[in-house]
């Protein structure tokens, strides 16, 4: 490919392979298994990459888990907060693991799914997030079982627990002492349990990161318990893979110089707005220039934010997002109907693929 329009999200191979890498490196190390979290990443064009790194896929949904049996193949580990009646029929057909979010869900289904593997989420009461928002262990939270004499009740037909408690936690410690109280609180059941799945959330492949202990801390807990345990890594396994490459179409002036590009935080990387965080900009470099980048929408929030720069930004520069793979692809939207950045992936040999463009016809195919 000579030249890609913007504005496309970039996913680099070699960058994705650098996590994968040491997801194998963990997997080696500490036996512990590693499910694509496919509500962070599910852009399925880089799955044959990922499928020689990873066990398989989990899911939040029917269409998730169909997504993982049928582009990631491997196990399917299928999760969802609420299941109907026939969602579960559709998944039983596919899914390796099936867990259930609540005790009267898996009292409601535990006869239509014999034959499955079955496991619960369990909400521990200790989480590391910072933010509420995607706190589970919030006050009223709906995410798994609370109650161990509810979860006692039901062990006998189950054979593993999903326990989801981090979010980004990149201190080994703190993740060492939630296990030592998950072990001591459960430990009855956890005798009793095959599997054990810990979530997302842990920034295992940040550098830096302690992985040796890690490993240990895995290894030891799975040994204790005689478990197979399960990591569900959904940013850890593509951070820092992929950039948002946008071109500026407009300089405006309000006190400060801002940069509109032609993407959008709303529609492209939205999870930045939810969470009021500011993405890295990769180019141009950081340097002496102050100016604001904006997003082309009509919100007047659409901002990534306010950034020193290399160079003064001017209509025809091309500005990339960092670190755009996780909670981006799977949430971006036709708000303003402005177009959608298509997907192009530098492979592991340097060749530049334009995997899919995005038109009208897709705008006007997603309303009706
Ligand atoms: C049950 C479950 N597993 C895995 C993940 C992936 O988390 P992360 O992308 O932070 O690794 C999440 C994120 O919300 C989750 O809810």
Not at 244 to 269: F, G, Q
């Amino acid at each position: 490919m000579s030249h890609a329009h913007t504005p496309y999200y970039l996913i680099d191979e070699n960058k994705l392979v650098k996590n994968l890498e040491i997801i194998r490196h963990v997997r080696e190390q500490s036996g512990a298994h590693s499910v694509l979290a496919l509500k962070c990443f599910s852009t399925w064009c880089v799955f044959d990459l990922m499928r020689q790194y990873m066990d398989g896929t989990t899911s939040s949904s029917l269409f998730e888990a169909r997504l993982g049996h049928e582009k990631f193949g491997k196990e399917v580990h299928a999760y969802s907060v609420v299941y109907s009646a026939e969602e579960i029929d559709a998944v039983s057909q596919f899914a390796d693991k099936l867990i259930f979010n609540s005790v009267s869900q898996l009292k409601m289904f535990h006869d239509r799914v014999r034959g499955l593997k079955v496991g619960l989420r369990v909400n521990p009461g200790i989480s590391y997030s910072h933010y509420d928002l995607a706190d589970p262990a919030r006050r009223y939270s709906r995410l798994g079982v609370c109650s161990e004499q509810e979860l006692r009740e039901v062990a006998g037909f189950i054979s593993g627990m999903m326990f989801h408690f981090n979010c980004e936690n990149d201190d080994v410690e703190n993740l060492s002492v939630a296990l030592e109280q998950i072990g001591a609180r459960f430990s009855t059941i956890l005798d009793k349990m095959d599997w054990i799945s810990l979530g997302g959330g842990i920034f295992f492949t940040k550098d830096g990161y302690p992985l040796e202990r890690f490993c240990a801390i895995l290894k030891n807990f799975s040994e204790k318990y005689g478990v197979q345990l399960y990591l569900e890594p959904g940013e850890a396994a593509i951070t820092n893979s992929t950039e948002l490459v946008t071109t500026v179409l407009d300089v405006v002036h309000n006190e400060i110089d801002i940069a509109i590009v032609d993407a959008s935080v709303e529609a492209h990387l939205l999870d930045h707005l939810i969470y009021r965080t500011n993405p890295r900009i990769s180019v141009p470099a950081p340097g002496n220039n102050r100016m604001m980048i904006a997003g082309r929408s009509c919100l007047a929030g659409d901002i990534f934010g306010s950034y020193e720069l290399e160079t003064r930004l001017k209509v025809g520069d091309e500005v990339r997002i960092a670190d755009s793979a996780g909670y981006t692809m799977v949430k971006k939207n036709w708000f303003n109907g402005v177009p959608m950045p298509s997907i192009v992936v530098r492979r592991l040999d340097g060749t530049v693929e334009l995997i899919r463009s995005f038109g009208f016809e897709d705008y006007a195919g997603s309303l009706s």
